[in-house]
């Protein structure tokens, strides 16, 4: 079992900046490949980035290409998103999420892939 706690979440002008948190407790945060999701209001859960157990792939939603940035320190067991270039349609809750392995590579997008999710912080980016 692992748990996660986002934080950095907050209120923030059309082209701020935020960097998000996600603190990890339980087993060894190492061993799980983790990912970054957001769903706003009306909306259906949607894919932002993903890392790799060693932080050697990177994985992004053209959407935030570019703006975004996903990494890990395993020393602290927490995955950060830096988010950069912030737009009104960024606004969202989101969710970081970890998982012993993807099924496959490519599976990373995925939620259903994801075995753990935290409760989510709320970004809110005004124009």
């Known amino acids: 079992q692992v748990q996660l706690v986002e934080s950095g979440g907050g209120l923030v002008q059309a082209g701020g900046s935020l960097r998000l948190s996600c603190a990890t407790s339980g087993r060894t945060f190492s061993r799980y490949a983790m990912g970054w999701f957001r769903q706003a209001p009306g909306k259906e859960r949607e894919f932002v980035a993903a890392i790799s157990r060693s932080a050697g792939r990177t994985y992004y939603a053209d959407s935030v290409k570019g703006r975004f940035t996903i990494s890990r320190d395993n020393g602290k067991n927490t995955v950060y998103l830096q988010m950069n270039s912030l737009k009104p349609e960024d606004t969202a809750v989101y969710y970081c999420?970890?998982?012993?392995?993807?099924?496959?590579?490519?599976?990373?997008?995925?939620?259903?892939?994801?075995?753990?999710w935290g409760q989510g912080t709320q970004v809110t980016v005004s124009s």
């Open positions: 999420a970890a998982v012993d392995a993807w099924a496959s590579s490519s599976y990373y997008y995925r939620g259903t892939e994801y075995d753990y």
